[in-house]
C-alpha cells in the first residue's frame, strides 16, 4: 500500500481505476514530481546476497562472484522470506485448474551434478534436495528420504531456471518451447496485457507449464483513452492495435490523466511494473514518458520500454530512444529496463551501450536485455516498418518477411498493402545479417555488456488454420514464430559458453536467472525466491548437458526444439524430464505484482 503524500495530504487508498483519488494522483505525476517522502528507490535483494557480491543497479552493478561464499564446497543458501502472497481479492478472477493440471509436487534429489548458484556463487559438485516446491538441501552426500525420485545430474549442470522478462507466448505449445529451452518463468512485461485480471485469470483458466506474470499495458491503456478500443487481454488484439495510428498521438492534459489512471488501477491489480511499447508510438510528448516514469518511482514498479527512435535513424525524433530512458531514470529514480538493446540500436549498439553505461555509473537504476538473432518480430503495421522509416535504418521492404505465409515482401508498394490489409499480422524484420562477422559482432557487443540480461522477445506459434495453441506435442507440423520462441537461451548457452568462452557457467546463470529475477525484487516480493538455489528457494531448476545444449530452431522450421535440456522442474514439478516435455504437467503459478 501507498504511503501519503506530503503534499496534498492524500491517504493511501486500494479505490478502483478511475476513482477520483487515481485522478487527482494522475494530476500529480503529468505535473511535476510529487513530494512524497524518501522515493528514492534502492534495490531489494534475496537477504544475504549482498555479501556475496549481489546484484547492485548502480555504480557498476556487480553480481555474484564465483569465488565468493563457496563454505568449503557446500553452498551458503541466502535465508528467503517466503510470502504466502497475495493481496486480498487480487486472485478473485482466477479459476484454478482442474485437478487433472495439478500434479502434487514430490521429493526429488538431484544426485552428483555440477550445481551454479549465483546467489551465493557456489559452483561445485552436489547434491540438491527438492521437497513441496522449494530447495531444502544442497550439499554433497545428501541422504535420499523416504519416497523421494533420484535424478542422476552426473555430468550435468544444475542451475535455477532462466527467468525470461520478455515473452509474448501466452499459450502452452509456446511455453512448451520455452520449457525445452530452459524457462521456468515467462513474463509479457514490455507489451504487458490489460485488463490485468482477465490476464491473469485466462493463464489460469488453461494452465500454463511454466509461471506467468504480466505488465500493465501503456499501450492499451492510451488506445483505450484516445481511441476507444476496449482490451480484451489478448496477443491478437494486442498485434492488431499496433498498427492503428488512432492512439499513436500525444495526449492532452485530461487524456493523460486517464490513461495514467488506468494504468495505476493495473499496478494495484497485480501488474509487475509498466511496459511501454513508445517505440510504436515515437511522435508522442517526451513529458508522456516522463509521468509514466513519475509514477513507476512512485509505485515503486519498473518499466520496460521498447524505445522509440534513435537520432541517427530519424533526426527529427522528439527524443533520443536511449537517452530518454537514462534522462527519464535519473529525474524520477525509477528503475527502467531498457528492452531488447540489440534490435532497436542496430548498427548504432556501440553508441547505445555507451550511454547506457554512463547513466549506471552516474547511479541511475537502468537495466538492459538482448537477445541473440539479427531479426525481430512484430506486427507488419508497426510504424517503424513503414516503407520511408526503413530506409532511414538501411533497411529496404524485402527486409520483412510475413510470418504465417513466409512471404518475403517485394517491394514498398507490397509492404503498403499489407500493411493496410491486416496490420496486426505478424512479420519478421531483420536489421542484422547474421552471416556479416560485423553484424554478428554487434549482436556479441549486445551480450556481453556487463550486466545485460538474456531475454527472448519469444513470440506465439501460428498455425495455418489460425489457431495460436495446441496441447499436442510434438507440436503439430506447419507452427510459424520467430525462432527465439524455441531458441534464445540455448543458443546463447552455445555461441557465450562454449564457442566463444565469453561466459563462465556461473556468468550465464547469473544473467539469465540471477539478474531478471532481480530487476523484479521490489515489485514482486515473492520473486526473491527466484534466480537461486539458496534453501527455501523456489524449486525452478534446470539440469543441462553443457557439451550438448543447442538451440535448433531456424526461421524456416522455427518450432523445433532446442536440445541439451535434460530435465526441468517448474515449482518442484517435473516439466521436462530425459530432454523431454512431460505432456501431464502445467504446474505454472502467477507471479503478481504488490506495488506500494
Not at 306 to 324: I, N, Q, Y
Not at 571 to 585: L, T
Amino acid at each position: 500500500m501507498r504511503a501519503g503524500c506530503e503534499e496534498c495530504d492524500e491517504p493511501a487508498t486500494t479505490r478502483a481505476p478511475g476513482a477520483p483519488g487515481r485522478a487527482r494522483r494522475a494530476e500529480r505525476w503529468t505535473g511535476g514530481r510529487c513530494r512524497r517522502p524518501s522515493w528514492r528507490a534502492v534495490a531489494v535483494r534475496p537477504p544475504d546476497l549482498a555479501g556475496a557480491g549481489g546484484f547492485v543497479r548502480s555504480n557498476g552493478h556487480r553480481g555474484a562472484d564465483s569465488s565468493a561464499g563457496t563454505n568449503g564446497g557446500q553452498a551458503r543458501p541466502p535465508r528467503v522470506a517466503l510470502s504466502g502472497g497475495s493481496a486480498t481479492g487480487r486472485r478473485s478472477a482466477e479459476r484454478a485448474p482442474p485437478r487433472s493440471r495439478r500434479r502434487r509436487s514430490m521429493r526429488t534429489l538431484l544426485r552428483g551434478g555440477r550445481v551454479i548458484d549465483p546467489g551465493t556463487g557456489f559452483d561445485g559438485i552436489a547434491d540438491v534436495l527438492v521437497s513441496d516446491g522449494v530447495v531444502t538441501a544442497v550439499a554433497s552426500g545428501l541422504a535420499a528420504p523416504p519416497d523421494c525420485t533420484v535424478v542422476d545430474a552426473a555430468g550435468l549442470v544444475v542451475g535455477p531456471g532462466f527467468v525470461d522478462l520478455h515473452s509474448h507466448v501466452h499459450s502452452i505449445a509456446g511455453q512448451r518451447l520455452q520449457a525445452m529451452d530452459g524457462v521456468t518463468t515467462a513474463l509479457d512485461l514490455e507489451a504487458g496485457l490489460m485488463p490485468i485480471a482477465q490476464a491473469y485469470a485466462d493463464a489460469a483458466a488453461a494452465g500454463r507449464p511454466l509461471h506467468y506474470g504480466f505488465s500493465a499495458s501503456w499501450a492499451a491503456a492510451r488506445a483505450q483513452v484516445l481511441a476507444g478500443i476496449e482490451p480484451d487481454a489478448s496477443i491478437a488484439s494486442g498485434l492488431a492495435v499496433l498498427g492503428n495510428p488512432a492512439w499513436q498521438r500525444s495526449s492532452s492534459a485530461r487524456e493523460l490523466a486517464d490513461w495514467l489512471s488506468l494504468v495505476d488501477g493495473e499496478l494495484a491489480g497485480g501488474a509487475l511494473g509498466i511496459g511501454v511499447l513508445l517505440g510504436y508510438a515515437p511522435a508522442t510528448d517526451p513529458g508522456e514518458f516522463l509521468a509514466v516514469a513519475r509514477l513507476a518511482a512512485e509505485a515503486g514498479v519498473p518499466t520496460f520500454t521498447h524505445v522509440r527512435e534513435l537520432v541517427e535513424v530519424d533526426p527529427a525524433t522528439p527524443a533520443d530512444g536511449s537517452e530518454e530512458i537514462a534522462i527519464a531514470a535519473a529525474e524520477t529514480g525509477a528503475a527502467m529496463h531498457h528492452c531488447h538493446v540489440n534490435s532497436t540500436s542496430g548498427h548504432h549498439v556501440d553508441r547505445v551501450l555507451g550511454a547506457l553505461d554512463r547513466a549506471r555509473r552516474s547511479g541511475s537504476r537502468v537495466t538492459v536485455e538482448a537477445y541473440p538473432y539479427g531479426a525481430g518480430s512484430t506486427a507488419v503495421g508497426a510504424s517503424f516498418l513503414d516503407p520511408d522509416r526503413l530506409r532511414m535504418k538501411g533497411l529496404s521492404p524485402s527486409s520483412v518477411v510475413m510470418l504465417e505465409t513466409g512471404e518475403r515482401v517485394g517491394d514498398a508498394a507490397r509492404l503498403r498493402y499489407l500493411r493496410a490489409a491486416d496490420p496486426g499480422a505478424p512479420c519478421i524484420l531483420e536489421f542484422l545479417d547474421e552471416e556479416n562477422p560485423c553484424d554478428l559482432a554487434m549482436l556479441h557487443q549486445a551480450l556481453v555488456f556487463p550486466d545485460a540480461i538474456v531475454a527472448s522477445d519469444a513470440m506465439p506459434v501460428f498455425w495455418p488454420d489460425g489457431s495460436n495453441d495446441s496441447t499436442e506435442w510434438p507440436l503439430p507440423p506447419g507452427g510459424m514464430t520467430h525462432p527465439r520462441t524455441a531458441g534464445t537461451f540455448s543458443r546463447t548457452l552455445r555461441r557465450m559458453v562454449r564457442e566463444t568462452e565469453a561466459w563462465t557457467w556461473p556468468e550465464a546463470f547469473r544473467r539469465c536467472s540471477y539478474l531478471p529475477a532481480r530487476v523484479l525484487d521490489e515489485v514482486a516480493p515473492r520473486a526473491r525466491a527466484k534466480g537461486h538455489l539458496g534453501v527455501g528457494a523456489d524449486a525452478d531448476i534446470v539440469v543441462i548437458d553443457p557439451d550438448a545444449v543447442t538451440d535448433t530452431a531456424t526461421y524456416f522450421e522455427p518450432t523445433r526444439p532446442s536440445v541439451g535440456v535434460r530435465h526441468l522442474f517448474v515449482g518442484g514439478v517435473p516439466v521436462v524430464s530425459a530432454g523431454d516435455i512431460r505432456a501431464d504437467a502445467l504446474p505454472g503459478k502467477p507471479l503478481r505484482g504488490e506495488p506500494r
